[in-house]
């Protein structure tokens, strides 16, 4: 995790440390875009913590509150169809029990109330179960007040101009040499991201496939338009830059995401199929070799975020966007909204509003 390392080694200490007593809350509070999430991840999978807990279970709190807990039970005992179909109150009662005498550690990505903690929190059994840790994340600062009893809160602050670079540069080139009339202009555009590594990443997405110094140039200028003491609306206005300069296929593909609920994983075959169905791929043989192409178009711009992908690597099985992402697809499908917006003989943004109907529901 590029820049984030002594962030990274406090959390794995805080999360390992020994401790007596009742489960330690954990908050990681900082704003949308900052890697709060990215790095809750990077400690859930560190071997130290596999080792360490006897259960690990995570959840996104965007859900309702049964979704929450079954995404915990998922992790802690084995499901079948019945469990589904029980009412939040058993289901409660089941996760407290799976957990009853075990090390476990529970992650709650993107709390946003006191009163969805409280909600949760209840829970988790706190006798028989000294170094278990529960893990939240949070853009608010009372929620991670309120929560952190034991002044264990990580702020995530924003990168320096060095580890901004670092992480342009290997989201931009990866493994290529880097020519010095790039870098010059490339450290430009980082600095201008503020250290916000969403923003740096979704910009550094944009010119990976450009080699033309004319093109960094003209999206280095337009970052530097974007002048504003706001942190996420500088976040909204490169991400609106990055959206403009996908091709119209693109583009289209990106908004269907904004017919699904946030922050759930999308079995790519359904996406596949849904951008088929409505006709948004141009071609008229291989449609779903297209549509491949486009997803990971979109993930190489860093723009779609892989979930997981095939045994051997090869092919994405299920993703989702970053939920800031996510937002400015709701906020483009909604700008045309009441519109008819014909497109490539395609009815673009009015099938979208049409299909978000149905997918408010999915789930």
Same mark, same amino acid.
């Given at each position: 995790?590029?820049?984030?390392d002594?962030?990274k080694?406090?959390?794995?200490?805080d999360?390992?440390?020994?401790?007596?007593?009742?489960?330690?809350?954990?908050?990681?509070?900082?704003?949308?875009?900052?890697?709060?999430?990215?790095?809750?991840?990077?400690?859930?999978?560190?071997?130290?913590?596999?080792?360490?807990?006897?259960?690990?279970?995570?959840?996104?709190?965007?859900?309702?509150?049964?979704?929450?807990?079954l995404?915990?039970?998922q992790?802690?005992?084995k499901?079948?169809?019945?469990?589904?179909?029980?009412?939040?109150?058993?289901l409660?009662?089941?996760?407290?029990?799976?957990?009853?005498?075990?090390?476990?550690?529970?992650?709650?990505?993107?709390?946003w109330?006191?009163?969805?903690?409280?909600?949760?929190?209840?829970?988790? *059994?706190?006798?028989?179960?000294?170094?278990?840790?529960?893990?939240?994340?949070t853009?608010n600062?009372?929620?991670?007040?309120?929560?952190?009893?034991?002044?264990?809160?990580?702020?995530?602050s924003?990168?320096?101009?060095?580890?901004?670079?670092?992480l342009?540069?290997?989201?931009?080139?990866?493994?290529?040499a880097?020519?010095s009339?790039?870098?010059?202009?490339?450290?430009?555009?980082?600095?201008?991201?503020?250290?916000? *590594?969403?923003?740096?990443?979704?910009?550094?997405?944009?010119?990976?496939?450009?080699?033309?110094?004319?093109?960094?140039e003209?999206?280095?200028?337009?970052?530097?338009?974007?002048v504003?003491?706001? *942190?996420?609306?500088?976040?909204s206005?490169?991400?609106?830059l990055?959206?403009?300069?996908?091709?119209?296929?693109?583009?289209?593909?990106?908004?269907?995401?904004?017919?699904?609920?946030?922050?759930?994983?999308?079995?790519?075959?359904?996406?596949?199929?849904?951008?088929m169905?409505?006709?948004?791929?141009?071609?008229?043989?291989?449609?779903?070799?297209?549509?491949?192409?486009?997803?990971?178009?979109?993930?190489?711009?860093?723009?779609?975020?892989?979930c997981?992908?095939?045994?051997?690597?090869?092919?994405?099985?299920?993703?989702?966007v970053?939920?800031?992402?996510?937002?400015?697809?709701?906020?483009?499908?909604?700008r045309f909204?009441?519109?008819?917006?014909?497109?490539?003989?395609?009815?673009?943004?009015?099938?979208?509003?049409?299909?978000?109907?149905?997918?408010?529901?999915?789930?």
């Amino acid at each position: 995790m590029v820049g984030r390392d002594d962030q990274k080694e406090r959390l794995l200490e805080d999360l390992t440390v020994s401790y007596s007593g009742e489960p330690k809350v954990i908050p990681i509070v900082g704003m949308g875009g900052i890697g709060k999430t990215t790095l809750a991840k990077e400690v859930y999978n560190h071997e130290s913590i596999l080792r360490r807990f006897d259960v690990r279970a995570w959840a996104t709190i965007s859900q309702q509150h049964n979704e929450i807990l079954l995404s915990l039970l998922q992790s802690t005992i084995k499901m079948d169809g019945t469990v589904k179909k029980k009412g939040e109150a058993e289901l409660a009662d089941m996760l407290q029990k799976s957990l009853k005498r075990k090390r476990y550690l529970i992650v709650l990505d993107d709390i946003w109330s006191c009163e969805v903690w409280d909600g949760v929190r209840r829970c988790f *059994p706190t006798e028989d179960n000294a170094g278990s840790r529960i893990l939240l994340t949070t853009r608010n600062d009372e929620v991670a007040c309120y929560a952190d009893t034991e002044n264990l809160s990580l702020r995530m602050s924003f990168m320096d101009q060095d580890k901004s670079w670092s992480l342009f540069k290997s989201a931009a080139f990866a493994n290529e040499a880097l020519p010095s009339e790039f870098e010059t202009v490339g450290k430009q555009i980082a600095e201008k991201c503020h250290g916000l *590594p969403l923003t740096i990443v979704v910009v550094a997405g944009l010119l990976k496939s450009k080699r033309a110094i004319a093109d960094w140039e003209n999206v280095a200028k337009d970052v530097k338009s974007f002048v504003t003491n706001d *942190p996420d609306e500088q976040c909204s206005r490169v991400l609106g830059l990055s959206y403009n300069h996908l091709t119209s296929d693109l583009k289209t593909c990106l908004l269907h995401f904004g017919i699904f609920p946030e922050d759930i994983d999308i079995p790519v075959k359904r996406l596949v199929r849904s951008w088929m169905a409505e006709g948004f791929l141009k071609l008229e043989n291989d449609l779903e070799g297209e549509a491949e192409k486009c997803l990971q178009e979109l993930v190489d711009r860093c723009l779609v975020l892989v979930c997981k992908k095939s045994l051997d690597g090869t092919k994405i099985r299920s993703c989702k966007v970053h939920d800031l992402i996510h937002d400015m697809c709701v906020r483009e499908i909604q700008r045309f909204k009441g519109e008819t917006f014909v497109q490539n003989s395609n009815l673009f943004v009015f099938q979208l509003l049409f299909l978000s109907n149905y997918a408010k529901s999915w789930t």
